[in-house]
């Protein structure tokens, strides 16, 4: 069996379809994979071993705002996304037996949309739990779709929700659909996400509600890391007790020198050397004392077994990551779902949510206060040891065992 997985989006985006692809390969399917050409997502699949087929721009600088800015209108720019996305994933799935497909919407729907052109078997997955239907939480805003003023039933937000969507990205979808001889939509949201999407978190740091979605919940995919931490980074840690953390991934903190000092004043104020992730945001010691030391990218597996606490902006993978090491936490929520996994590690007790995403000094040292307390690292060792590895082969496995 050989499937395409198809990702547009940040290193949160890619990595885990990477676990996806290894835990296929292992079973004895092959899988290729659709992605951003980032370098750092060319790398990281290439160190995998995984066949890759680039799709869009780069992420980083669209993120950043180190490319070029956006041209046209809104409608012109989906348009123009889905068409390509979609000529690209069809010629990568061409021998392909099914699609696998997360990430950006209209990436989503592009691989949808060539599933079905192809006659290919199409699973959706969400990667964290927010942006799927639920009578637990509200949908997100959509651009130029506010949620209706005084709305609070669930249902019916969701349901605006999918109208929404379609404004958004319906007449983009539909129109490559009737090219490729496709019947139209109605609902282009429900048609992309499935009936039963797969939901790949943890049942421990994201449980299922009752009454909520019917997706199945396969457990977070994480890629193995077996880097070496390098020379200085070990040299750093045996040099004294352990630092705490601090990085933002793919999160562009502006302005990044006050990130960067305020960051530093709050470990500093817990007497903490500091390992100071520089991420999207490009942060950066800002003095040459030898109590912080730089990093770029870096074996999180590996890394945070061996740190007092880990302090980040809440994507899915690297709370994931930090609770499987049994790290205490503090999350910074920024966007998206980082409100959510902020508060169930709060709700956990394995570390603190740091009261909305502007940092100041004072309220990042409450934060860390809190993370380093020792009933915080017994609840996050306690926390670690019931958290699944093994999401990706549950996948994997259904994925195969599937009836053609």
Known sequence: ???????????????????????????????????????EFTRLLADAAIPMASIGQAVRPLVTGTGPPPTGTFADRTAALVADAFDEITTAAA????????????????????????????RHVSLQPTLLPSLHHPPPERPGHPLPPGVTDNRALWAHDAEAMHALYGAAVNRLRAANGLPSLTNVRDHVFTDRPWLATDPVLSPRLPSDFTATQ??????????PLTPELEAFLAAGPPPVYIGFGSIPLRPK??????????????????????????????????DCIAVDEVNQQALFKRVAAVVHHGGAGTTFTAAIAGAPQVVVPQIV??????????????GAHHAGPRLTTKSLTVAIETALKPETRHRATEVATSIRTDGATTAARLLLDAPA
């Open 257 to 290: 020198k006050d990130a960067a000092r305020v960051a530093l004043g709050a470990a500093r104020r817990q007497d903490r050397r500091v390992i100071l992730a520089s991420g999207w945001a490009g942060l950066a010691p800002i003095d040459d004392h030898d």
């Open 1 to 39: 069996m050989r499937v395409l997985l198809s990702t547009y989006g940040s290193r949160g985006d890619v990595e885990p379809m990477a676990a996806l692809a290894v835990s296929l390969r292992a079973l004895g399917a092959e899988a290729v994979m659709c992605a951003p050409p980032d370098p």
């Open 95 to 122: 021998d392909c037996d099914a699609v696998v497909a997360t990430g950006m919407f209209p990436v989503a729907a592009a691989a949808r949309t060539a599933a079905d052109a192809l006659g290919l078997r199409y």
């Open 337 to 350: 779902d980082q409100p959510y996994w902020a508060h169930r590690v709060a709700e956990l007790g394995i």
């Open 218 to 227: 396969t457990g977070a995919w994480a890629l193995p890391d077996h880097r």
